[in-house]
């Protein structure tokens, strides 16, 4: 029997943290943190365990497979890549490239092949048409942020390790291990910040598992977190407590702000927001004068009717108290690589609307539209609506609101082309399922979540083991499916993917250190030949900020010196960095975009309406709808897995003693949530962690839809929230969809 470790990272979730795996026989007997990692420090969390089970599910596929009409049969590579081309390119001559959808969920974040190929994909199928899990839950903050900073992934995080005063609005990250916010050992982290002196304050109408370890919890109204910061906002221009530090010049529109907060008095919002004037002065004020501060929100602070409104707000009140681009306030990390060439160059004007999505007039937001446009488009009578779909590891009919109509368009579809493992809610509708290759079967390195990391780390993922016979990597398959779509079927593979890398090395060039420093023709012979996924990481860690130049700088990071540290490499922690880091036309911090501004008079109505019905902002009286994070899942794609859904059940409808007594419900019981365009039923779990008035359910459940092929999870299906969120209600200057502080009317079955 031969016993081996590898090194890597995990890629289940935002936190990237080391493990290490433990092989006999090329077969994963355990599955451990690696306390060697330089940023994870052994951390992991019960989800690394599942990645042996996904490894060994027999749910999961293992050859291509066609839909008949008597169920899904295996079909060959060659022959289901020629069937899909052949198919979509019918589509594409009678109705034009906007007819084919394209849809990306979120595990393709964590995974280097699909984010580089799926953007080979869209080069061949260059539709309006595209989509993601964006709208879903990024969108707020990336506007938000290419607006004032000039570029969606470049985003100040809090600097963990020295900050005094964490402001966490909207967010769990002991249970998410950090969003947007790239932080493995959450906890640990937090728990360090508290015993050297300092503070956490949570706001969440929920008492999280963040909550229940901070200093301070303030459970604020659903939809309320801007109309919060902003009286903070004014709190602080009132009193005369604005002190911008490193960003004191380097600012625009400071004297429009302080225009636009001065309406939100904390009387005047403290009905909207449910929390006290007097609590809303003294967290100003203490942040204010806190030695180093940091003020950061996710989802809960996204998906709701203000998201953009509320993202803006909290990274004003970051830039004002002097807090940006200062050691244990907000840094801007420096990932080693970078996919900043996917956005505008530096000095451009970051654009949203570039056109419009055709039934309603939803504004395009970085290349997409948002999922309130999804069903819609296939509905429409048009000659060029939606008429197929290629979606890779998404779930929209598990993950997009009003989910039953999601899942009715696509019934609608002519041609429905999936990569995922499962066939699961949406790839049920497929007729070819083409599964990717297991992630211990792949190579990594992430490209996208160390944009956001508190600290600036380098680490490659070695495969642990070999491809399963049969089975093919998803880089190979959509550039494979590509090929056929740009009409190059004749050339190999290899062919192909050396004319992605010729095309892409002078975009890379034109934005590195290295520009005007380096021949073209000498970085493809310093890369080699080899196809795939390595050779495109090796360039963007070479021509990298911490990069080797291609031999320009000794010692500097490629692929070889990265994999050549199992346990990853330290980079160092975030310092500060503007001017550099600022990427406006400008060149100073938008702090006022026209965009962002337009929105605060739907804002105002809200706060207005709030004062005249006893806070529900005008709605009908009912409930309030959140949803929550579980750390044993992933959206929908982890329950299949038995170590993460054993135990207590976890999709449950949480609310308080009061509701539960004036509603007469039980611990336990089952209750009806009723919403203007749906119902679901569901178990009761009744605890004194939520605010009266508002109930919570996770999302990413409802696994018992006719045809799943999950055997785990539809014995423990849970329902599916976005059966009552409704895709009408959007956050205006983003498009993202509400999903938190829905209106419902909960009863017992």
């Known amino acids: 029997m031969t016993r081996t470790t590898v090194h890597r990272a995990c890629t289940l979730c935002e936190a990237t943290c080391g493990i290490r795996v433990t092989l006999e026989d090329q077969r994963v007997v355990r599955i451990e943190g690696d306390p060697h990692d330089p940023f994870s420090k052994g951390h992991i969390c019960p989800k690394a365990h599942g990645l042996g089970e996904l490894q060994s ?4 596929l293992r050859t291509p497979m066609r839909r008949t009409e008597s169920g899904f049969v295996p079909i060959g590579w060659e022959e289901a890549l020629d069937l899909a081309a052949e198919r979509l390119a019918a589509i594409r001559e009678v109705a034009g490239n906007d007819a084919i959808a394209l849809y990306r969920g979120n595990p393709t974040v964590h995974d280097a092949q699909s984010i580089l190929y799926w953007n080979v994909l869209q080069r061949a199928i260059p539709t309006k048409s595209q989509f993601s899990a964006g709208s879903l839950d990024t969108w707020p903050r990336w506007v ?16 963990l390790e020295r900050c005094e005063y964490l402001l966490i609005l909207g967010a769990n990250p002991v249970v998410s291990n950090g969003s947007l916010m790239t932080a493995p050992g959450i906890k640990r982290r937090l728990g360090a910040l508290r015993e050297r002196g300092g503070c956490v304050v949570v706001v969440d109408p929920r008492r999280s598992e963040t909550a229940q370890i901070a200093d301070r919890h303030v459970a604020i109204r659903p939809g309320g977190d801007a109309a919060f910061v902003l009286a903070m906002l004014q709190v602080l221009f009132a009193e005369g407590r604005i002190d911008l530090g490193a960003c004191q010049g380097r600012v625009n529109d400071l004297s429009r702000v302080r225009e636009c907060v001065a309406r939100f008095t904390p009387e005047r919002v403290a009905a909207a927001c449910g929390v006290a004037p007097e609590t809303i002065r003294e967290i100003a004020r203490e942040f204010a004068t806190a030695p180093a501060a940091a003020a950061y929100g996710r989802m809960g602070a996204s998906v709701q009717r203000f998201g953009t409104l509320a993202h803006w707000a909290i990274d004003l009140l970051n830039v004002v108290t002097g807090n940006l681009d200062r050691e244990g306030g907000l840094l801007f990390p420096r990932p080693a690589v970078s996919l900043g060439f996917v956005g505008p160059k530096p000095g451009e004007d970051v654009v949203f609307g ?6 309603s007039g939803h504004d395009e937001i970085l290349g997409e539209w948002p999922m309130a446009a999804f069903a819609e488009e296939i509905e429409s009578e048009r000659e060029d609506r939606i008429r197929a779909l290629v979606v890779i590891a998404g779930n929209p009919v598990a993950s997009a609101p009003n989910a039953a109509r999601v ?4 019934e609608r579809l002519e041609f429905v082309l999936a990569f995922d493992y499962y066939i699961n809610e949406t790839t049920r509708h497929a007729d070819l399922v083409l599964p990717p290759t297991a992630v211990l079967e792949n190579e990594n390195y992430d490209v996208a979540l160390l944009h956001f990391a508190v600290e600036n780390v380098a680490k490659w993922s070695p ?8 089975m093919r990597p998803i880089w190979r398959t959509l550039l494979g499916l590509a090929k056929r779509m740009m009409g190059l079927g004749a050339l190999a593979d290899e062919q192909v993917d050396a004319l992605v890398v010729r095309q892409l090395v002078p975009a890379l060039l034109e934005r590195s250190p290295f520009a005007g420093k380096l021949e073209i023709d000498a970085i493809l012979a310093g890369l080699g030949d080899d196809p795939g996924p390595r050779r ?13 130049g291609f031999g320009l700088v000794p010692g500097g990071l490629s692929l070889a010196s990265v994999a050549a540290a199992p346990h990853g490499l330290a980079l160092g922690r975030l310092t500060a960095s503007l001017p550099e880091s600022n990427r406006t036309a400008s060149g100073r911090i938008e702090l006022a975009p026209e965009r962002i501004l337009a929105d605060l008079p739907r804002l105002d109505a809200w706060i207005d309406a709030s004062l005249d019905t006893g ?4 709605r009908d009286p009912g409930l309030s709808l959140i949803g929550r994070r579980e750390i044993r899942s992933m959206n929908s794609w982890l329950h299949n897995l038995p170590s993460l859904v054993k135990g207590r059940e976890r999709c449950t409808l949480e609310m308080s003693p009061f509701d539960a007594e004036r509603l007469g419900l039980r611990n336990g019981g089952q209750a009806r949530v009723e919403s203007r365009i749906g119902s679901l039923v569901v178990p009761v779990e009744v605890n004194d962690r939520m605010r009266p008035g508002v109930v919570s359910l996770p999302h990413g459940w409802g696994h018992d839809r006719p045809g799943v092929q999950l055997s785990v999870a539809t014995r423990r299906p849970g329902v599916n ?3 009552v969120f409704d895709d009408a209600e959007v956050d205006a200057p983003s498009g993202t969809s509400v999903l938190s502080g829905v209106s419902v009317r909960v009863s017992p079955v």
Not at 463 to 470: I, N
């Open 57 to 60: 599910d027999p749910d999961r």
């Open 354 to 359: 570039r056109y419009r999505s055709p039934v």
């Open 615 to 618: 806070g529900d902002g005008g």
């Open 463 to 470: 495969a642990v083991l070999e491809v399963e016979p049969g």
């Open 407 to 410: 899942d009715r368009a696509l």
């Open 536 to 548: 495109l990481i090796d360039l963007l860690l070479r021509l990298g900020p911490f990069g080797d």
């Open 721 to 723: 929230a976005n059966l």
């Open 144 to 159: 938000q942020a290419g607006l004032m900073y000039g570029g969606f992934l470049h985003t100040p995080v809090p600097d």
